[in-house]
């Protein structure tokens, strides 16, 4: 499954034998998105709400809604159009994604686009699910979480993770479900990228973790000198908080006291560990191991 979805591409029949292929028949009972081809250009200009270009991904992206942004709730469609490649259109009445092609489309642009950036956000703004922006695996049946500022090695140590045998829950967007006072962490799509090349969703991943299973801690990556010691001490306040900001998956502003919100309440129950990153790949073993010990064992 896709974040809990299965998805249909009517129109894209390559797209969707892989997917058949991936899931089978898996993601019955699962929620249907429908991605279908449009040519009703309309929308365009139903829509008056438009953001500035912003950096997505290598490219530039435009968010359209036909309400002021903050006035968007659960019903609301809306709209994301990357310049000169496809412009993708959310009608939450049918569950249906609908894409307008531009000059650049492929398939594959369409497929990364849909499951890295657009759905994500779809959830996020519906509020089916709070989405962070981590590496997530599984160690011993507990999902654990890397966050890290950009560049900060997350993607780096995931794959090492991934490369060991351990399931992976998300390469870069990480559904969480609130459930009382537990955060479940939802299974992704499988696909992983160790370095982040625009619009490639990366190589595809055969251990991909199946559980809604509650997060065991987030590892809060620090870079260090080479020959520096590894160190994993717990995080408390302020330093808490902020590693949960470096896992914040969009910054729409209307949406900032909400985010903070969560995330504070999120802190009270999960645990955050702050580990220092040798910036020396040959060392990666030592800190996967030094994860893996306080992980299975709560000690370094």
């Given at each position: 499954m896709i974040h809990g979805h299965r998805f249909l591409f009517a129109d894209e029949t390559g797209l969707q034998q892989s997917y058949d292929a991936l899931y089978g028949s898996e993601t019955e009972d699962a929620p249907l998105i429908s991605?279908?081809?449009?040519a009703d250009r309309s929308f365009l200009t139903a829509f008056p709400e438009r953001s500035v270009w912003l950096p997505l991904s290598g490219q530039e992206g435009k968010y359209l809604?036909?309400?002021?942004?903050?006035k968007m709730d659960a019903d609301s469609p809306w709209a994301l159009e990357i310049k000169n490649?496809?412009?993708?259109?959310?009608?939450?009445?049918?569950a249906n994604i609908s894409y307008l092609k531009a000059t650049g489309y492929t398939p594959q642009r369409l497929h990364f686009w849909i499951l890295h950036t657009f759905f994500p956000m779809v959830l996020e703004l519906n509020r089916t699910y709070r989405m962070l922006h981590a590496g997530a695996v599984e160690i011993a049946e507990k999902p654990v979480l890397f966050s890290a500022p950009s560049f900060g090695g997350k993607s780096t140590l995931t794959d090492f993770f991934v490369?060991?045998?351990?399931?992976?829950?998300?390469?870069?967007?990480?559904a969480i479900?609130?459930?009382?006072?537990?955060y479940l962490a939802l299974p992704a799509y499988p696909y992983h990228r160790p370095y982040r090349d625009p619009?490639?969703?990366?190589?595809?991943?055969q251990n991909m973790a199946k559980a809604h299973?509650?997060?065991?801690?987030?590892?809060l990556l620090e870079k260090c000198e080479a020959k520096e010691k590894i160190a994993i001490t717990q995080c408390k306040g302020i330093e808490k908080f902020q590693a949960f900001?470096?896992?914040?998956?969009?910054?729409?502003?209307?949406?900032?006291?909400e985010r903070f919100d969560y995330f504070t309440e999120m802190a009270k129950h999960i645990p955050v560990y702050k580990i220092t990153i040798p910036w020396d790949k040959e060392r990666l073993a030592e800190v996967y191991e030094a994860i893996v010990k306080h992980t299975e064992n709560g000690s370094i």
């Open positions: 991605v279908s081809q449009t809604s036909p309400v002021p942004f903050d490649v496809l412009t993708l259109l959310w009608e939450p009445e049918k490369r060991k045998g351990h399931p992976l829950y998300a390469d870069d967007s990480l479900e609130k459930q009382g006072s537990r619009e490639v969703l990366g190589y595809e991943v299973r509650p997060v065991h801690a987030l590892f900001h470096y896992a914040n998956f969009i910054n729409f502003s209307f949406r900032k006291k």
